[in-house]
């Protein structure tokens, strides 16, 4: 069993194929080798690692090397595309899941088998195979395929046991190169199961995403991403890319063998920042397909800060100043590094370089940064080292570094400063006193040395210790810093004399230091003068004085003489008279450098003259190997003074130099030579030395020979250098170690100016070394010492001078040579310039400044940098004249080297004009003294251009319209000032305040400022403009006018502040939120309500009135919605309470639905909200509620509890001019009266108690709905001969027929008090009103005085209450009232404003107009009105049928069509006519159409035709045993319905008729209930089949609709009197009366006519046809008969018939000329008629004659009989006659009408555009080559023939006013 399982594992393992899922694909197919060694082809359509099959004992093939060439597709694209066998491994590294097989109720198989790389002409064989999974034995069959390309073994049933499988052979024969595909369907007693069968062709498949996201990235940067290209294609497949530009591919080529991958760089690389969305597209394969990537990525500008830290800033506390890095004071020598952040502020990645400031290529590169290039990250910050190493002791650097980002779009400026410090040595005491000592003796002195500076310092004392007779302990060191030393000076003499020695103290990096070295010498026989310190600064004030050059013996003797004189510090001077008034000199303060240098040895220069000189101060003896041939060395001392001096040389025993003599005398003025020996004392060695000697006056030798001590003298040190060596020749000399410390650049200095330098050389070896500095290439610097020794661990410190002349670099090269051997030379290269006064100014000297207001000033920074390696100083100086107009700060200074200093120019012009002025600026050093005739200053020129202008401000809008703002609310609004001007201005803004509107001033004129400005100063650029936010706040509800003015602020002129001007005028209203209710419609109980009447019950147009106004202070004591009270009965705060009448209806029935339409009308939004009781309380505990209530309280709590009255919405927001209908309803659940109060709250405005009233009524109650007590009717004048009749409407709200009763005998009372005149009367004072319905009774209002009059009339109800109603009417004279009289009042004053679309809930049908007033008609007229029924539904067609009767009886009324169908969209015209009657009466008439939906009532027909079809089978199969055959049934019941539309035109039609005079239904139905059935008959039906009882279908329920109808007629002579203009828009039908009579007689015949059943009226138009008989008919048919016959037999008539079909087409003007609008103002209603036929003839005989022709035809019609002409006055006359009958009228009228009728219906319908441009054809000229006009045609040949003259006055007579040519058609 283990074996049979091994093998079927191995043969689903390398015979099956494998579903791999793919990140491009759902799934992949691949093929899995048998082999480990296949075919490469085969080997390349695998893409992934095989299943790993854990099967033991069979070795599975799970993974594959590939050693091919061109596996890597960089590979190929460096070698060509070439294949080379190179070792490279391709791994397939995509994980590889194993084959997707499924599992059909154990039955484990693959799903599908693929076929791939097949070809025509073979056999390809796959295995299928199964493998039982369940744990029990499977039983299955299989169905071949069905197609012959596929084929397997002769189907058989398969029995496998658990865990076996069986391998099916399936072999595909292709014939055709396509891909095939079929199926195995395997059939198992659970089900069926089929694996798919696909052969595919090879195809060729890169696959890659879609699209690529690269990273955002900075303008000139780069960023790059990956995605992997695979190859999902069965061949080789080459490629290429096509790339758009920023971005770039890698590779752009190569070629992927199936199943391959490959890497793709995508590199974006953008120039300018956009938003990149391009598509990349790949070429691969021979057919050069293409595939699409879409490349996306954004780049952005970079943004860098620098900011350095607060501790590298030069003041901390400047928190906005951060781009300055401050080094501080940096020892010299040394390197300091401080960091700054390099801030990115954008959101990409920004590359930055750092480079320093390419100016001033001279100065010393104190500043360096290491990076130069780096990378702030997006939103983050780079760290960037700078580093400061100074080499100058003292000197302030300043130095800048831009910071760019890549592409150099910005940059930021770093400013970086420091100094150097050094080391600060000096002496506690710049002396040593040793006093007196015998000779043979020594004395030690201390010697303090501190350094007050950190930095260490490297000092030597310039004294040869081993030679002198004085000596320091360590004369060379380091003195570290903020240290004090203590040396040890010793003093051992070696001859009786007085001893000074100057000696200096090399340092480091600083000024030698001088210390002054006294002692004398006494023996028994020889006792000098001892020396003191006073003694040294008397002989150096006397040096000064020149006085030293004489011994003390003379200088004692000038002093006796009177020649010299003592001065008060003790010295000697000489007399005044000989000083000639001037001061004697004192002994100036040397600088050490000069002192060290200007010793007349090393230089030439000298401060003093010398007393003493030696001809040799350095001698090198060079090599002296022979140790005894070594030949002195002359030398010579000369005394310079005027007395004797002694020279005394110190002798050293051990020293190999000597000097002979040793002491010797030197008369005045004379030399003496003295020999120089060298004896060495070994070979191959060093030897250098410093001899020392003393000089002095020989009187000093003794301390007797001086008489006064102020003239003594100290000696002179005498020195010389003395070096040489031993070393044979050939022989190495000592190999020097040493390190040196020394800068190349000399410090600067200006020009002629000496500079210092030191340089350190230390001795690190183990050997002294010799050195000798060698000035020959050199000789501009100088250098001391310029020989000597330097011990082993020591140092010897150089100090270097030079004079630099030129400003131009100089380089210097001093060769110092090392032990006395030439390789041993060190050459120190050195470099001086001679710094220039060199100041650059920005812009080349040029200032420009923007034009300036009048008045005011303007600044800007202008830059001077120092372009030095020196500080330089500065002054600006401007002209006297110009100093009113220019300034700057600061004005004098100094600027450090390489700093540019910004400096502040103020420019204040005087006038309106162009200035150029000009200043110049005097820089200076700081060592030199300012003085304008020097050279040593510069002086460089500045132009200043400026301009002094004016300007103004002008708003962009004048006249700022805010609109209506909430009063006590804030709205902005922001205004545009604009700067016109060329300069900038400095205003301030005012605003005045004005309120108009009803209001008293006074109270308003103490208000305060309602507008606030966000600023009432500021300045405005050139041309610029400026937002000014305006804040406004009004606190009335007025209308604002604020008036913004501006005042130009000149504070350097003599009026600071210049005129006010107006600049625009903001204007506002202050509002309240406003509403209205712009319709009310009824539905449900309510739904037989008027529009006019239901607009009283509501009390709508008194609502709006008081929506209008303000609300008080009370109302605005809760703005807006909220609970407040404690009480069940909330407390009101308003004054205003309104009744919403809901009428009243029976209990039981429909509740009364109001629909009333809500709109804002005014200018803001606007909250609303109904609160009832319940929603104005505070919610309250339990235990704190009262448990008593009263009445009211209770009757409230019902109504809310029963939610007997229900409004929704109760809340909304409308927006302003936007509409929202709300529902109020009133459930009619028990009978009585119900009252609740209902708060209308609007917020921030007005809220109004509406009194919610509604009256619920036993349906056998009758009842009148009365709406208010008092009526008052139209005002009428006095003295009007016919009153125009007025209604007075009642409604029945209950559910039965009610009779009333008006009683006169009060009317009578007031015609008894008027004189008997009848002021009041009722015409129909007694009626009956249907259930639901409204009756309209007729009074004229005849007042005989101009005033009030008032009476009250009872109406009696039979059954019923009566009630007692007040009617007021007032009569006005109108000669005093004149214009104000209300004589064209057309209705009562309740007025309904229409909204077409308000419709009950559920309707979607809508009228174009819900009301229709014909304003001010005459009697007689007949007026006509188009309005549209529109359906709004998508879907459902509607059927409608109206009913034009009305109560009053002198309305006759017309709609056409009565009834129809409306299609789903669509809309049908209707037209309304109404007949005036004969007297003037106001119109009210309210006209209901029934509208029913069409599928209900199909629905209606169809179950009413099959109960009938019931009810006729139970007829003839059963015994009728109803009681109620004989009872009359409803019209209704007996019309059968239609299915189709045209039947159901005929049933709506069939409906009108019924209907069309039957009163409205009531609103409900009582019907009488059966009489109660025996006991044998309720057996008889309980026996019955209840199947065969069916109810009879009750009919749909309509919807009604209300059209309202007013107008008011007036008599003909009224009319013309007070609408003279207005009668010919009128048809004054002169058939009415009669008709009307008729009617009007017909109506009276019953009072009940609301339940007549009356015929259709027919159509006006053909009154005499309604009469005929039969008879009459048929005669009238005969006679037309043989009219026509006769007509179509004469051949004159034919003949005209066929001119007239000859007859061109004519052309119109479109509707309108100059004729036809007189004829439309003709008083009589009637048109002129075109030129006849007679005109005609009179015209061609005219012209006939004028031809001059001679016929005997032409001749018998020039003498026309009298006959002729009597017949044709008689034709005119009868014309007239016709043209002035009324049925000539009346068809013209209804032709007219129905022309305009339906050119408004095609209007309405788009297809023509009444506002469309007239378009006038003019016809050709009369005579054209190619034709005669149609008009000439018609006339005689003869009369073409004839002159032209004749014709034309013809043609004349046919053009129009606007000289329009047109066709007349003859008759």
Not at 30 to 38: C, G, L, S, Y
Request: hydrophobic fraction near 35%; charge should be neutral; aromatic fraction near 8%.
């Amino acid at each position: 069993m283990s074996l049979l399982v091994c093998r079927n594992w191995l043969l689903e393992a390398t015979s099956t194929r494998l579903r791999i899922p793919s990140p491009w694909r759902r799934s992949r197919r691949f093929a899995f080798p048998t082999a480990a060694f296949v075919r490469p082809s085969f080997l390349g359509r695998r893409r992934c690692q095989g299943p790993r099959f854990q099967v033991p004992g069979v070795k599975m093939l799970s993974h594959i090397n590939r050693y091919t060439s061109s596996s890597d597709p960089l590979q190929r694209l460096c070698h060509g595309g070439t294949k080379k066998k190179l070792v490279v491994s391709v791994q397939r590294s995509e994980s590889i899941v194993r084959k997707t097989k499924c599992t059909f109720w154990g039955i484990e198989v693959a799903e599908t088998l693929n076929w791939q790389g097949w070809c025509l002409g073979r056999e390809f064989t796959k295995h299928l195979s199964l493998r039982n999974v369940c744990l029990k034995p499977q039983k299955l069959k299989f169905r071949p395929p069905t197609t012959r390309f596929f084929i397997t073994i002769f189907p058989q049933p398969i029995i496998l046991s658990p865990g076996m499988s069986i391998t099916l052979p399936i072999i595909f024969r292709p014939l055709e190169k396509k891909e095939y595909e079929d199926s195995i369907l395997f059939e198992k007693q659970e089900g069926e199961f089929s694996v798919a069968l696909h052969a595919k062709l090879p195809h060729l498949d890169l696959l890659f995403p879609d699209s690529i996201q690269l990273p955002a990235c900075a303008v000139h940067d780069y960023t790059e991403a990956s995605f992997t290209m695979y190859n999902d294609g069965d061949l080789l497949t080459c490629f290429s890319w096509e790339v758009p530009s920023p971005f770039s591919l890698l590779p752009t080529r190569g070629i992927l063998d199936p199943g391959e991958k490959c890497t793709m760089k995508v590199i974006f690389q953008p120039v300018v920042a956009l938003v990149y969305d391009v598509s990349a597209i790949c070429n691969f394969g021979d057919t050069r397909e293409k595939k699409a990537i879409r490349l996306k990525a954004v780049a952005k500008y970079p943004h860098l800060l620098v900011n350095v830290p607060e501790d590298s800033c030069e003041d901390a506390q400047l928190q906005n100043f951060r781009d300055v890095l401050s080094f501080g004071s940096v020892a010299v020598g040394s390197t300091v590094e401080k960091y700054v952040d390099i801030f990115n502020v954008s959101v990409v990645s920004a590359p930055f370089t750092i480079d320093r400031s390419k100016e001033g290529a001279h100065r010393d590169p104190v500043f360096s940064c290491d990076i130069v290039q780096a990378t702030a990250p997006a939103r983050g910050s780079s760290v960037i080292p700078f580093h400061f190493s100074p080499h100058t002791v003292g000197m302030k650097s300043v130095d800048y570094f831009t910071v760019s980002p890549c592409g150099n779009n910005t940059h930021s400026v770093l400013k970086v400063t420091g100094s150097c410090k050094g080391p600060e040595v000096f002496f506690q005491h710049p002396f040593v006193y040793f006093s007196c000592i015998n000779l043979g003796e020594y004395l030690i002195q201390p010697l303090e040395m501190t350094n007050s500076s950190d930095v260490p310092a490297y000092y030597q004392f310039d004294i040869d210790c081993k030679q002198s007779v004085f000596s320091i302990d360590s004369p060379c060191g380091i003195l570290d810093g903020m240290s004090t030393i203590t040396l040890k000076v010793t003093f051992q003499p070696t001859h009786p004399i007085i001893c000074h020695r100057r000696v200096a103290c090399l340092i480091h990096h600083q000024d030698p230091l001088f210390l002054d070295l006294i002692g004398t010498c006494h023996t028994e026989t020889t006792s000098p003068v001892i020396l003191t310190l006073k003694h040294l600064t008397r002989y150096r004030t006397h040096m000064a004085r020149g006085l030293t050059f004489f011994s003390p013996d003379i200088l004692g003797t000038m002093l006796k003489e009177g020649k010299l004189l003592v001065d008060e510090n003790g010295a000697l001077t000489l007399p005044p008279e000989i000083l000639e008034d001037k001061s004697p000199e004192e002994y100036p303060n040397i600088e050490p450098m000069v002192e060290y240098f200007h010793d007349g040895v090393s230089s030439d220069f000298t401060m003093f003259p010398p007393h003493v000189s030696l001809s040799i101060k350095e001698f090198d003896f060079g090599c002296c190997a022979k140790l005894r041939e070594v030949e002195p060395l002359p030398l010579c001392v000369t005394n310079h003074t005027k007395g004797k001096i002694t020279v005394i040389w110190t002798k050293k025993t051990d020293s190999p130099f000597q000097v002979i003599p040793e002491s010797c005398d030197i008369p005045p003025l004379k030399t003496m030579d003295f020999r120089v020996t060298f004896q060495p004392p070994q070979l191959n060695s060093l030897y250098a030395s410093e001899l020392e000697g003393f000089a002095f006056y020989k009187v000093l030798r003794h301390y007797s020979n001086i008489e006064e001590s102020v003239t003594m003298c100290p000696s002179w040190s005498l020195t010389i250098r003395l070096c040489g060596h031993t070393f044979q020749p050939g022989r190495q000399h000592f190999i020097p170690r040493y390190t040196m410390d020394c800068h190349e650049a000399f410090p600067p200095v200006c020009r002629s100016t000496t500079t210092y330098r030191s340089m350190l050389f230390c001795n690190v070896g183990s050997t002294a070394i010799n050195f000798h500095m060698d000035r020959e290439k050199c000789p501009a610097v100088l250098v001391k010492p310029s020989c000597g020794s330097v011990a082993p661990g020591t140092h010897q410190i150089f100090l270097l001078s030079t004079c630099p002349v030129d400003t131009s670099t100089q380089h210097h090269m001093l060769s110092l040579h090392l032990n006395f051997c030439s390789s041993f030379t060190k050459e120190i290269h050195l470099k001086s310039r001679a710094e220039p006064l060199v100041l650059l100014l920005e812009s080349d000297g040029n200032l420009y400044f923007r034009p300036t207001c009048v008045g005011t000033f303007s600044s800007r920074t202008f830059t001077i940098k120092n372009c030095t390696r020196l500080p330089m100083l500065f002054r600006w100086k401007i002209q006297q004249l110009d100093k009113k107009l220019l300034s700057v700060q600061p004005a004098e200074g100094m600027i450090l080297p390489n700093e540019a200093l910004a400096q502040t120019w103020t420019f204040t012009p005087s006038e309106q004009t162009k200035y150029l002025l000009r200043s110049w600026v005097t820089v200076w050093r700081e060592q030199e003294l300012l003085d304008d005739k020097t050279t040593q200053s510069i002086r460089y020129v500045l132009r200043v251009i400026g301009e002094g202008s004016f300007g103004t401000l002008t708003a962009q809008d004048e006249q700022v319209d805010v609109g209506s703002i909430l009063v006590g609310s804030t709205q902005s609004c922001e205004v545009t000032l604009f700067n016109n001007g060329a300069c900038s201005l400095q205003y301030i803004l005012s605003v005045e305040q004005m309120v108009t509107g009803p209001c008293d001033p006074e109270e308003v004129a103490s208000d305060p400022l309602a507008i606030t400005l966000d600023h009432y100063k500021g300045t405005v650029a050139a041309r610029g403009k400026i937002f000014l936010q305006a804040t406004l706040k009004p606190t009335r509800p007025l209308h604002y006018s604020w008036i913004v003015s501006y005042a130009i602020s000149t504070p350097k002129a003599t009026t600071p502040l210049g005129e006010k001007q107006s600049v625009c005028c903001v204007t506002a209203t202050g509002i309240y939120p406003s509403i209205c209710i712009t319709d009310a419609c009824g539905t449900g109980s309510a739904r037989g309500i008027s529009k006019l009447h239901l607009w009283r019950l509501f009390s709508l147009e008194t609502l709006n009135q008081y929506l209008e106004r303000e609300p008080t202070p009370q109302e605005l004591t809760f703005r807006v919605p909220t609970r407040h009270s404690i009480e069940r009965i909330p407390s009101v705060y308003t004054p205003v309470m309104l009744d919403f009448n809901f009428g009243a209806a029976p209990i039981g029935c429909m509740p009364s639905v109001v629909v009333l339409m809500l709109q804002n009308n005014g200018m803001i939004p606007v909250n609303w909200a109904f609160l009832f009781p319940a929603d104005q309380t505070i919610d309250m505990e339990y235990w704190a509620e009262s448990a008593e209530f009263d009445p009211n309280e209770l009757h409230q709590m019902r109504i809310q509890d029963n939610q007997l009255f229900t409004v929704f919405p109760k809340a909304g927001k409308l927006l302003p001019g936007e509409e929202q209908t709300i529902n109020l309803t009133h459930r009619h659940d028990f009978i009585g009266t119900d009252r609740l109060p209902v708060l209308l709250k609007v917020s921030h405005g007005r809220e109004i108690l509406l009194n919610f009233i509604g009256v619920t009524l036993n349906p056998e109650r009758r009842y009148i709905h009365f709406t208010s007590t008092t009526h008052i009717f139209t005002p009428i004048a006095i003295g009007t001969y016919d009153p125009p009749k007025q209604i007075y409407e009642m409604y029945n709200g209950g559910a039965t027929t009610v009779v009333y009763e008006i009683q006169v005998d009060a009317l009578m009372k007031v015609q008894e008090e008027n004189f008997h005149h009848t002021v009041f009367v009722c015409l129909n004072p007694k009626g009956e009103i249907g259930p639901g319905l409204t009756a309209h009774t007729e009074w004229i209002f005849s007042p005989l005085e101009a005033r009030m009059y008032s009476v009250e009339v009872p109406i009696h109800i039979l059954e019923g209450d009566s009630a007692l109603i007040n009617f007021q009417g007032i009569g006005f004279d109108p000669h005093v009232m004149g214009e104000t009289a209300q004589f064209d009042k057309m209705v009562s004053p309740a007025t309904t404003p229409g909204s077409a679309k308000l419709t009950v809930p559920g309707l979607t049908v809508y009228l174009s107009q819900p009301r229709i007033c014909l304003g001010n008609i005459p009697v007689y007229s007949k007026c006509s009105r188009l309005f549209f029924l529109n359906n709004a539904s998508e879907n459902e067609a509607v059927v409608f049928a109206w009913h034009t009767e009305t109560s009053n009886a002198m309305v006759i009324l017309n709609i056409t069509p009565e009834s129809g169908i409306v299609q789903p969209g669509e809309s049908i015209q209707c037209i309304l006519t109404l007949h005036a009657s004969e007297s003037p009466c106001f119109y009210n008439a309210d006209l209901i159409c029934e509208i029913f939906t069409q599928h209900p009532l199909d629905q209606y027909e169809k179950e009413l035709k099959e109960w009938e079809t019931e009810k006729a089978r139970q007829a003839v199969e059963f015994t009728i045993t109803e009681k109620d055959l004989n009872t009359k049934k409803n019209p209704k019941e007996s019309l059968k319905g239609v299915s189709n539309s045209l039947e159901s035109t005929k049933f709506c039609k069939m409906l009108t008729e019924v209907q069309k005079y039957k009163t409205l239904p009531p609103i409900k139905n009582i019907q009488a209930p059966n009489p109660p059935a025996s006991r044998s008959e309720r057996m008889h039906l309980r026996n019955k089949d209840t199947s065969r009882l069916w109810a009879k279908p009750e009919p749909p329920k309509p919807f009604l609709m209300h059209l309202g109808v007013t107008a008011r007629s007036h008599s003909i002579d009224d009319f013309l009197a007070n609408f003279p203009d207005d009668l010919p828009q009128y048809f004054l039908s002169r058939q009415i009366k009669g008709k009307a009579a008729r009617t009007h007689a017909t109506d009276k015949v019953s009072p009940s006519r609301s339940k007549i059943k009356r015929q259709p009226i027919k159509s006006q138009n053909w009154p005499e046809l309604e009469s005929c008989t039969e008879e009459e008919a048929q005669l009238v048919t005969d006679m037309l008969s043989t009219v026509i016959k006769g007509l179509l037999e004469e051949t004159q008539f034919q003949e005209a018939v066929i001119r007239s079909l000859a007859e061109p087409t004519p052309y119109f003007c479109q509707l309108w000329s100059e004729e036809s609008a007189k004829q439309k103002h003709s008083p009589g209603g009637t048109t002129t008629t075109t030129p006849t036929s007679e005109f005609s003839q009179n015209n061609r005989l005219e012209n006939e004659d004028s031809g001059g022709e001679t016929s005997a035809a032409r001749s018998s019609d020039a003498h026309e009989s009298l006959s002729v002409i009597i017949r044709k006055e008689q034709f005119r006359e009868q014309k007239e006659y016709i043209i002035r009958m009324p049925a000539f009228a009346n068809l013209t009228e209804m032709v007219l009408a129905n022309a305009i009728q339906n050119i408004m219906v095609e209007a309405s319908r788009g297809e023509m555009v009444l506002t469309a441009r007239p378009r006038v054809i003019a016809l050709p000229p009369p005579y054209s080559q190619k034709g005669i006009s149609p008009a000439v045609s018609m006339l005689k040949p003869s009369v073409i023939q004839s002159p032209a003259v004749p014709s034309v006055s013809f043609m004349s007579e046919i053009k129009d006013s606007v000289g329009q040519r047109h066709i007349v058609l003859p008759s």
